[in-house]
């Protein structure tokens, strides 16, 4: 039997396997630095990001993680910061599932513009995107300053 639903405090240890795998596939495992209480506390306390979990006969196989942000041009805003599926479960159609679930809240909170970003070496994730005649930016470059770069200045 196959879930989606809204993620809660007790799925995150799940939901941060799920990010270290991603990491993984990504070619960046040593990027993952936050750690299950930092998210605990980020997720109850702070409020800063909203998930929603795929489960298949009680265990965790899939997440997607947003949060809102503000634009000057648009007002409220949704980012899909990651969509993941297992390994053994992708290409089952479980990613349509928990997009479908995020472009149904940004329906429903009225957001006007929904944003992610994808690697431009993935190619599955670029078709999965296509079907829904996403668009791809190629204006806009992606800028970052990282926390060691932060504390020096």
């Known amino acids: 039997m196959l879930i989606v639903r809204?993620?809660?405090q007790a799925d995150l240890?799940?939901?941060l396997e799920l990010i270290k795998?991603?990491?993984v596939f990504?070619?960046?495992p040593s990027e993952v630095e936050v750690n299950l209480a930092e998210m605990i506390d980020w997720f109850e306390t702070d409020l800063l990001f909203d998930f929603f979990v795929l489960e298949k006969n009680t265990v965790t196989i899939g997440m997607a993680l947003f949060y809102y942000k503000?634009?000057?041009w648009?007002?409220?805003?949704?980012f899909l910061e990651d969509l993941i599926v297992t390994e053994n479960e992708r290409n089952n159609g479980y990613g349509k599932l928990l997009f479908d679930a995020v472009v149904?809240?940004?329906k429903c909170?009225?957001?006007r513009r929904m944003e992610w970003q994808v690697l431009a070496w993935n190619i599955t994730a670029i078709g999965f995107y296509q079907k829904y005649k996403s668009q791809f930016d190629a204006e806009w470059i992606n800028c970052k300053l990282i926390d060691s770069q932060i504390q020096s200045l």
């Open 70 to 72: 503000y634009s000057t």
């Open 74 to 78: 648009k007002g409220k805003c949704l």
């Open 21 to 23: 795998e991603l990491a």
């Open 104 to 106: 149904n809240t940004a």
């Open 109 to 111: 909170e009225k957001v």
């Open 13 to 15: 240890p799940n939901v």
């Open 26 to 28: 990504e070619k960046a």
């Open 6 to 8: 809204k993620g809660l």
